[in-house]
C-alpha cells in the first residue's frame, strides 16, 4: 500500500511538472519614433470587434523614444493563436495623438491606425517576440 501511494506521487509530480501552467513570453514593442504609442493585440480584425476588448485593454502607452512595454503576458499563446482569425495575432499600434483626436470608440468603428502586424507563434518567435517600432 505504501508503495502505491508512494508511485502514485511521483506521477502525480511528473504529470503536473510537465503541464505548461502559463506562458511567461510577452510581446516587447520598443518605440523608435518620436510619438507615443499605444499597442495592443487582437483576435481579429479592429473593425469587426463588438466592443473594445477586455483583455487588452487599457492599452500600453509607450512614451516617445522609450525604450520597451512588456505587455500583458497571455497564457497559452499557442492556443489563442489558434483562436485568432487565420490563426494570426492582429497586433495594433496607435499614436497617442490620434487617440485623443479620435476617442477609442472611433478608432475601433473606422479602423484608424499607425501600424498593423499580423504575427504566427513562428514569427514572433523568429523576432525574439520583440517589435521594433518606427515610423518609416
Known amino acids: 500500500m505504501k508503495n502505491l501511494k508512494f508511485y502514485s506521487m511521483i506521477l502525480i509530480s511528473l504529470l503536473t511538472s510537465c503541464m505548461d501552467v ?10 523608435k519614433s518620436n510619438n507615443t504609442i499605444y ?3 487582437l483576435d481579429r480584425e479592429l473593425t469587426k470587434m463588438d466592443s473594445l476588448p477586455k483583455y487588452s485593454f487599457p492599452p500600453h502607452e509607450i512614451k516617445a523614444k522609450n525604450e520597451d512595454c512588456n505587455l500583458i503576458v497571455k497564457p497559452r499563446w499557442e492556443e489563442y493563436i489558434k483562436t485568432c ?8 499600434i496607435i499614436k497617442k495623438d490620434s487617440v485623443d ?15 498593423k502586424y499580423l504575427f504566427t507563434i513562428k514569427e514572433l518567435d523568429r523576432l ?3 517589435i ?5
Open 101 to 115: 483626436k479620435y476617442g477609442w470608440k472611433a478608432i475601433f468603428k473606422s479602423g484608424i491606425y499607425n501600424k
Open 85 to 92: 482569425d487565420d490563426q494570426k495575432i492582429r497586433y495594433y
Open 128 to 130: 525574439n517576440w520583440t
Open 22 to 31: 502559463s506562458d511567461s513570453r510577452c510581446i516587447l514593442t520598443l518605440n
Open 132 to 136: 521594433n517600432y518606427n515610423e518609416n
Open 39 to 41: 499597442c495592443f493585440y
